[in-house]
């Protein structure tokens, strides 16, 4: 299934920007960054729940927010793109 994962983390302290490289290395470790703070990630249930776990100890919630939006297994029909891609096809192989 696709997840969209976005995040906003306070980066008004030096907490704050520790968190936030925390946050986006986990979602690296995941999927792939197509906007600043914007993860596309191809999960099984499973990876799911590891990810959304770790995410959400790593970040303050009284000043930080996680989104989870769950495009499913048919999300090619739910995604539009407009301008120039920064991601991948992340269901298809990597070759370089």
């Given at each position: 299934?696709?997840?969209l994962?976005?995040?906003?983390?306070?980066?008004?302290?030096?907490?704050?920007?520790?968190?936030?490289?925390?946050?986006a290395?986990?979602?690296v470790?995941?999927?792939?960054?197509?906007?600043?703070?914007v993860?596309?990630?191809?999960l099984?249930?499973?990876?799911?729940?590891?990810?959304?776990?770790?995410?959400?100890?790593?970040?303050?919630?009284?000043?930080?927010?996680?989104?989870?939006?769950?495009?499913?297994?048919?999300h090619?029909?739910?995604?539009?793109?407009?301008?120039?891609s920064?991601?991948?096809?992340v269901?298809?192989?990597?070759?370089?």
């Amino acid at each position: 299934m696709l997840i969209l994962i976005t995040y906003d983390v306070n980066t008004e302290t030096p907490a704050g920007k520790g968190r936030l490289r925390k946050v986006a290395k986990q979602c690296v470790n995941y999927g792939t960054r197509v906007q600043n703070s914007v993860f596309e990630c191809v999960l099984d249930p499973a990876q799911y729940v590891l990810l959304k776990n770790s995410l959400t100890e790593l970040i303050d919630e009284k000043t930080d927010s996680l989104r989870f939006y769950h495009l499913g297994g048919k999300h090619r029909a739910k995604v539009e793109q407009v301008g120039v891609s920064r991601g991948i096809k992340v269901e298809e192989p990597l070759i370089f």
